[in-house]
């Protein structure tokens, strides 16, 4: 047997045992979050429906959490996370003892107001200590090293994304591999094995088989969910407005919470307070959980004493933050459920990964096929007037989803910022584009088409044709007031825009129901846009 199918034979039974992400049975394409366990203790399982007591985990990591430890030991941690949250938390002490973080190695950390699994980021994470959920259902404590070697196996559905439901054959504008590109282009590339990390793929039909850490399985399923969620948006929305700009994928509400509070305006009057004070300060004012990384603060030898300033009334918040931090190299960035003051570098090499609905961007306005849409101006556009030292060589940061009308890329969170002003920027300017054409489009025009002799005579006859104009051109543009057909002796009287009348006059020569030798059009002038022209028909005729 070769090793293809092989391989496609392992594919087919992880189709029939693992939990797959898929299209709810409604039909309406949603995806549901993936939540298989973690796996076994060895390196890599195939995932099966989570179990009670893996559900109670889960559960547990969402619960809301309060942590003031002063020198803790580790085992200590573990046995209240366990009491607290009643769950089974075990300590993997050889991976322990091998990463020189034996069970008594005292931890310090004080957090509230945020889920479990974010608290114990911070208390764990700087002391190069990773939690993951075992495949019996309990919470183990292990080296961080371990933990990215921890795999599963996950199958996720991809027939959702396919454009037309007419046949099983995918259209050839749309390829599989562009979802594969997308996935360890934008997560984690560096843990694929393309770039001789643990993690694969391979395509079995339209199902994707990924063996990742649980981690990076769970931002895949949210980057598709995401992505799914923009191929809902049809680009006549995008062009109204009221549609976000960008979606974050990887947020949680908390975070995309904070990130509000961050762009809204508040009053500053900072003045000599220490970095640690201003933390809790800030905090009791903006009423979101700000935490310091101490990690990155102790690294670049910057005390949490150091005393900071900063004044300004009703000012955005970011530009607070800013005032108060530049100065010093510090930064900010949201992550893990609360405001991070963070060192400037680590700020600036932070990458969240964004996805931009681009449908109305990338097609003229009154085109609405793929086959006209054009990315690499959009990309080219952004990657050269935002940060353009950030993009790398080129734009191959940036990657086109055809099938979603979406750009997916990881930039910083002050870099996203500015791509979504120059989108919002962009679309205004294409809207006042539109509207001018429109107002060019409703230059209303009076135009009489005259009947041949033997339909004039036959009333019914002449009704039909009013009837079918009415049904197949611009049906709605009917209903505005200025609009108007109707029979006169011998001809069809018309008040229309010049493009209506254009379709008009194609439809009834093709019919070939009126004479193509007479006829005349009108345009008053106080209707007609400013740069507006006559339409001309080509029945001959005067305009008057």
């Known amino acids: 047997m070769s090793r293809a199918l092989v391989l496609r034979a392992i594919a087919l039974i992880a189709l029939a045992t693992v939990f797959v992400l898929r299209s709810d049975s409604r039909g309406d394409g949603s995806l549901e979050a993936d939540k298989a366990p973690a796996g076994s203790t060895a390196k890599q399982s195939i995932d099966a429906e989570p179990s009670a007591s893996e559900t109670t985990v889960r559960r547990a990591l969402d619960e809301p959490a309060d942590f003031n430890f002063v020198n803790t030991p580790l085992k200590d941690i573990a046995a209240f996370v366990a009491k607290q949250y009643k769950i089974n938390v075990l300590l993997d002490t050889i991976a322990l003892e091998d990463s020189k973080v034996p069970p008594k190695t005292p931890i310090s950390e004080t957090i509230s107001h945020v889920p479990l699994r974010s608290a114990l980021h911070f208390a764990l994470g700087a002391k190069g200590i990773a939690f993951v959920e075992s495949g019996d259902g309990e919470l183990l404590f292990t080296s961080a090293e371990i933990a990215k070697r921890k795999l599963t196996t996950r199958v996720y559905d991809l027939w959702g994304f396919k454009p037309a439901p007419t046949d099983d054959v995918w259209p050839g504008s749309v390829s599989l591999a562009d979802f594969d590109e997308v996935i360890q282009s934008n997560i984690a590339p560096e843990s694929w094995s393309s770039n001789n990390g643990p993690g694969s793929s391979m395509f079995v039909d339209a199902e994707l088989v990924v063996s990742q850490t649980d981690e990076i399985q769970s931002q895949i399923a949210r980057l598709l969910a995401g992505l799914q969620k923009v191929r809902r948006l049809d680009r006549a929305t995008l062009r109204k407005g009221g549609t976000p700009t960008v979606l974050f994928p990887m947020e949680t509400a908390a975070e995309a919470h904070i990130r509000q509070v961050v762009e809204s305006r508040h009053d500053f009057d900072i003045t000599g307070a220490p970095l640690n004070g201003i933390a809790k300060l800030l905090t009791a004012e903006l009423k979101i959980p700000i935490q310091l990384d101490s990690l990155a603060l102790v690294d670049a030898g910057i005390s949490d004493e150091l005393k900071l300033s900063a004044q300004g009334h009703q000012i955005p918040v970011a530009a607070g933050l800013h005032r108060l931090f ?219």
């Open 326 to 544: 530049d100065p010093r190299d510090l930064g900010f960035i949201v992550e893990h459920d609360v405001l991070l003051i963070t060192t400037a570098d680590v700020a600036k090499s932070k990458d969240v990964l964004g996805i931009y609905p681009v449908g109305d961007l990338i097609v003229p306005d009154d085109s609405d096929v793929n086959g006209g849409a054009d990315y690499d101006s959009l990309i080219e556009a952004i990657t050269c007037t935002v940060a353009p030292s950030s993009w790398g060589n080129g734009n191959g940061s940036v990657t086109p989803v055809s099938s979603c009308d979406a750009l997916v890329f990881p930039q910083t969170q002050e870099v996203h910022r500015q791509v979504a002003k120059l989108l919002e920027a962009l679309r205004a300017a294409k809207k006042d584009r539109v509207q001018q054409s429109a107002a060019v489009k409703k230059s209303w025009v009076v135009q009489v088409y005259p009947l041949k002799a033997a339909v004039a005579a036959d009333e019914k006859a002449s009704q039909q044709i009013v009837d079918t104009v009415r049904k197949l051109i611009e049906p709605k543009s009917w209903t505005e007031p200025e609009a108007y057909i109707g029979l006169v002796p011998g001809a069809i009287v018309v008040r229309q825009s010049a493009s209506v009348h254009r379709r008009i006059q194609s439809l009834l020569n093709a019919i070939e129901y009126t004479t193509r030798g007479g006829g005349f059009q009108t345009a008053p002038a106080a209707s007609a846009a400013p740069g507006a022209k006559n339409a001309t028909g080509t029945g001959g005729g005067g305009v008057f």
